[in-house]
């Protein structure tokens, strides 16, 4: 018995050490999401000079309450459940504005759910940049319909409501 616990104690130890150990990889400010002139979400993503995007993907889901995470605030539909697309074009994607429910053809997107901002959903834009055979640098924005709706002419989202420049700001920065 005391075998089993000395085991499981250094297992958790190994476990807690390689996860703060800075496993991850590096984040970067290189997407960003805005209400365009037609009312439709418009998104960007910026992968730094010389780099493409990967595992480039758009997702959701129900929004939940804090003291019941886990467990959407209201009941959700299964057809509901999900809006989602990522991009199968093995050669990745370059520097791209797109309607954030329309990405260009050509990048094989395949698609499931309802294609729409929806209140009530959470939404991450991601992709993540690849050196070689591994990963380089992951970029996101996470975003609600409410954070979109609330930017002001000028601003939009990259994790939080900046301008235009500033987004360009950070993307270079990031890089």
Same mark, same amino acid.
């Given at each position: 018995? $005391?075998? #089993?616990?000395?085991?499981?104690? *250094? @297992? !958790?130890?190994?476990?807690?050490?390689?996860?703060?150990? =800075? @496993? &991850?990889?590096?984040? $970067?400010?290189?997407?960003?999401?805005?209400?365009?002139?037609?009312? $439709?979400?418009?998104?960007?993503?910026?992968? @730094?000079? =010389?780099?493409?995007?990967?595992?480039?993907? *758009?997702?959701?889901?129900?929004?939940?309450?804090?003291?019941?995470?886990?467990?959407?605030? %209201?009941?959700?539909?299964?057809?509901?459940?999900?809006?989602?697309?990522?991009?199968?074009?093995?050669?990745?994607?370059?520097?791209?504005?797109?309607?954030?429910?329309?990405?260009?053809?050509?990048?094989?997107?395949?698609?499931?759910?309802?294609?729409? !901002? %929806?209140? =009530?959903?959470?939404?991450? !834009?991601?992709? #993540?940049?690849?050196? =070689?055979? %591994?990963?380089?640098?992951?970029?996101?924005?996470?975003?609600?319909?409410?954070?979109?709706?609330? *930017?002001?002419?000028?601003?939009?989202?990259?994790?939080?409501?900046?301008?235009?420049?500033?987004?360009?700001? #950070?993307?270079?920065? &990031?890089?």
């Amino acid at each position: 018995m $005391k075998v #089993r616990r000395g085991i499981a104690a *250094l @297992c !958790l130890v190994i476990g807690v050490g390689l996860t703060a150990g =800075g @496993c &991850s990889m590096p984040f $970067k400010f290189l997407v960003a999401v805005w209400i365009g002139e037609d009312g $439709k979400p418009v998104a960007e993503i910026r992968p @730094c000079e =010389g780099d493409r995007a990967y595992s480039l993907a *758009l997702g959701s889901r129900p929004d939940v309450e804090p003291a019941t995470a886990g467990t959407p605030s %209201r009941p959700v539909p299964d057809a509901l459940r999900e809006t989602s697309w990522h991009v199968g074009h093995r050669d990745g994607v370059t520097s791209a504005v797109f309607p954030l429910f329309s990405p260009p053809a050509s990048w094989q997107v395949r698609a499931r759910g309802p294609q729409e !901002l %929806r209140p =009530g959903y959470r939404y991450s !834009l991601k992709f #993540r940049s690849i050196e =070689g055979r %591994r990963s380089a640098y992951d970029a996101r924005a996470r975003f609600t319909a409410e954070d979109l709706a609330g *930017l002001k002419p000028g601003e939009v989202w990259d994790g939080d409501a900046v301008t235009r420049k500033e987004f360009e700001e #950070r993307a270079e920065e &990031s890089c």
